[in-house]
T-cell receptor, first 116, second 112 residues
Framework: EADIYQTPRYLVIGTGKKITLECSQTMGHDKMYWYQQDPGMELHLIHYSYGVNSTEKGDLSSESTVSRIRTEHFPLTLESARPSHTSQYLC???????????????FGPGTRLLVL | TQLLEQSPQFLSIQEGENLTVYCNSSSVFSSLQWYRQEPGEGPVLLVTVVTGGEVKKLKRLTFQFGDARKDSSLHITAAQPGDTGLYLCAGAKNFGNEKLTFGTGTRLTIIP
């Protein structure tokens, strides 16, 4: 069973506010990811980290920033929220197993963000 | 970015019917996964296929990886309401590259 948590689950906020979406995992995974997903649509990778002090931008350009100071914690910050940031944000962590590369990504429940 | 196209985008069928969902790309993937996502939750891994032509079964679900490792299919036999959800395929470009490219998704609704 995956132990990855995201808070808040839902957030309604006004334009211009600074927000931080929290993501924590208790599995000791080195790799963590942030995805953006519009309702019922595909996931777009916006940030990833392969370990402490390692962060990279994903395939989809995003105005958000991330940090990885501790293995278990991977928060995402928006300095000034805008209506275009309205979406669902999913955090995931992964482990590698087996002789042949096979990765399992474990996802949190997501944060639904609405910027007014 | 390697695009993974899924078809159909939406599918609504009666309980007990069979269905197949497709995931296609022009690129070769070292491995391909299928996830199911229920409303309000994150995706959950169903299966990983790594060998061209590989077939894996998970109860009533059968997954196949194309011989050329560019496409995959998910077949559900005797669909049940519990199968309802968003099905996402995801590919890894090469071994050692942990970044996944997710497909466009198929929203499946099983009508009791």
């Amino acid at each position: 069973e995956a132990d990855i948590y995201q808070t808040p689950r839902y957030l309604v906020i006004g334009t211009g506010k600074k927000i931080t979406l929290e993501c924590s995992q208790t599995m000791g995974h080195d790799k963590m990811y942030w995805y953006q997903q519009d309702p019922g649509m595909e996931l777009h990778l916006i940030h990833y980290s392969y370990g402490v002090n390692s962060t990279e931008k994903g395939d989809l350009s995003s105005e958000s920033t991330v940090s990885r100071i501790r293995t278990e914690h991977f928060p995402l910050t928006l300095e000034s929220a805008r209506p275009s940031h309205t979406s669902q944000y999913l955090c995931a962590s992964s482990e590698r197993y087996g002789r042949v590369f096979q990765e399992t990504q474990y996802f949190g429940p997501g944060t639904r963000l609405l910027v007014l | 970015t390697q695009l993974l196209e899924q078809s159909p985008q939406f599918l609504s069928i009666q309980e007990g019917e069979n269905l197949t969902v497709y995931c296609n790309s022009s690129s070769v993937f070292s491995s391909l996964q299928w996830y199911r996502q229920e409303p309000g939750e994150g995706p959950v891994l169903l299966v990983t296929v790594v060998t061209g032509g590989e077939v894996k079964k998970l109860k009533r679900l059968t997954f196949q990886f194309g011989d050329a490792r560019k496409d995959s299919s998910l077949h559900i036999t005797a669909a049940q309401p519990g199968d309802t959800g968003l099905y996402l395929c995801a590919g890894a470009k090469n071994f050692g590259n942990e970044k996944l490219t997710f497909g466009t998704g198929t929203r499946l609704t099983i009508i009791p």
